[in-house]
């Protein structure tokens, strides 16, 4: 039977297929599991706290990319609100800063973060692929790649429930961004699942979401991918690992 003759799911059985996705989140990742576990030294936590900065600041540029591509304006009354969030607004400083004050706690520079002078090319590549999706594809597949956000609380309450104890080098207030994705994901997940729930109507369609939902997943996972081989001591084909946090990288 050709997919085009499949019944499509209904909006529940649709949801369900999608949240069953999470086993793939890089919450499960080696490497995330060995810093949810305290198994990560100060090095191979400031590298993953740098590396992510890059996506941090990537996000709005992704959002600004729907927007552009969407005709419909209540879709941009909502999700405009992602990119506030990130970039800040009145006397919210926004997610951005909140990540470079992160940075700080764990030992780094402002200058060293924002510098983005550690940031792996492999999570360059990842991140620059995740943003050219959403500048590429229609607007409904953009936002349908945001339901990872379905999954993420559960990461961030790990990091506050486990990385105190772990790391008490960190510095607490370093915690505000990972508190503050607690409230914002949970609306934005409603936003993006109205959006695919929606649009994405029939077995083709929904197959399709499936599809590109892995797509983000693997966005994450070869991210994470990047900056085990480079802090985990991975030796490749005889050569060194690579410590970009050593000075190596950005040249």
């Known amino acids: ?10 909006p529940e059985e649709f949801e369900q297929q999608l949240r069953a996705m999470g086993d793939r989140y890089h919450i499960h990742h080696p490497f995330q599991v060995m810093m ?19 996506y941090q600041i990537s996000i709005p540029i992704k959002d600004a990319a ?10 941009r009354r909502h999700w405009v609100q992602r990119i506030l969030d990130h970039d800040g607004y009145g006397d919210d400083a926004g997610g951005i800063e909140a990540w470079i004050r992160l940075g700080e706690a764990v030992g780094l520079t402002r200058e060293e973060i924002v510098s983005q002078r550690h940031v792996l090319p492999g999570v360059r590549f990842a991140v620059d692929a995740y943003v050219n999706f959403a500048r590429q594809r229609p607007w409904q597949e953009a936002a349908a790649s945001s339901l990872t956000e379905l999954f993420a609380p559960t990461i961030h309450q790990s ?33 993006g699942l109205r959006i695919t729930l ?15 939902l892995q797509f983000k997943l693997d966005v994450l996972w ?20 690579y410590t970009p946090m050593d000075g190596k990288a950005g040249s």
């Open 36 to 54: 949810n576990r305290g198994l990560c030294d100060r090095r191979q936590i400031q590298g993953w706290v740098a590396n992510r900065y890059y």
């Open 1 to 10: 039977m050709k997919m085009d003759e499949l019944r499509a799911w209904s």
């Open 66 to 75: 729907i927007l552009a591509n969407c005709p419909e304006r209540e879709v």
């Open 198 to 212: 929606a649009h994405f109507n029939t077995r083709e369609l929904q197959e399709r979401a499936i599809e590109i």
């Open 222 to 241: 070869s991210i994470v991918d990047a900056m085990m081989l480079a802090y985990c001591g991975v030796q490749v084909a005889g050569w060194g690992a």
């Open 159 to 191: 990091r506050l429930d486990n990385w105190p104890q772990h790391y008490p080098w960190i510095e607490p207030e370093g915690y505000a961004y990972f508190r503050k994705r607690l409230t914002e994901a949970p609306r934005d997940v409603v936003n």
